[in-house]
């Protein structure tokens, strides 16, 4: 297994994980629309001289098997940077198999790198299994919106 960053070559990848985890939301209520992005605008934004986005891609012999797409977020109350996770998939046949925590620890060292003090996510009310896997690494509910929980996992204290 390896986690790596993504680089232009896996805009296609990219799309494709997007495509499932646009999928798999809409099976947990978490998504009802189409997704509008494609593989010209990942290459755009997440791939040019100023990246709006960045990728971690899990890798198991060779092949991708998870993605977690995340960006920069900066307050200025505070003046620290925090990471918000927008995606984080494994794909259906290798969930439950660790590939997911792996996908979270690469992305807390990303969060240690650039000295974020935090990363922060949402996830689907109807996503339970999910709401205890953040639990379970560490991860606080910070607040919720309705039913919604808003997760917040604390880099440096």
């Known amino acids: 297994m390896n986690v790596r960053k993504a680089s232009k070559p896996d805009s296609s990848t990219l799309l494709e994980l997007i ?4 999928e798999f939301d809409r099976g947990m209520k978490g998504f009802t629309g189409e ?11 997440l791939f040019s001289d100023c990246p709006f986005a960045h990728a971690l891609l899990l890798e198991l012999n ?3 098997q998870g ?10 109350f505070s003046g620290e940077p925090s990471i918000w996770l927008d995606d984080l998939l494994v794909v259906s ?3 439950s198999r660790g590939y997911g925590a792996e996908l ?3 992305l807390k060292v990303e969060a240690e790198k650039s000295l974020s003090s935090h990363i922060s996510w949402t996830a689907s009310p109807y996503n339970t299994k999910a709401h205890e896997f953040y639990t379970k690494l560490g991860a606080e ?3 919720m919106d309705g039913q919604r929980p808003y997760f917040r996992w604390e880099i440096f204290g």
Not at 35 to 45: A, G, N, P, Q, V
Not at 67 to 76: C, G, I, M, Q, V
Request: proline residues 0%; glycine residues 2%; without cysteine.
């Open 19 to 22: 495509e499932q985890k646009a």
């Open 35 to 45: 997704i509008s992005t494609t593989k010209e605008k990942i290459e755009r934004t």
């Open 62 to 64: 060779g092949e991708v």
């Open 67 to 76: 993605f977690a797409l995340f960006h920069y977020r900066y307050s200025s």
């Open 93 to 95: 046949s290798h969930r």
């Open 104 to 106: 979270m620890h690469a």
């Open 141 to 143: 509910i910070e607040r």
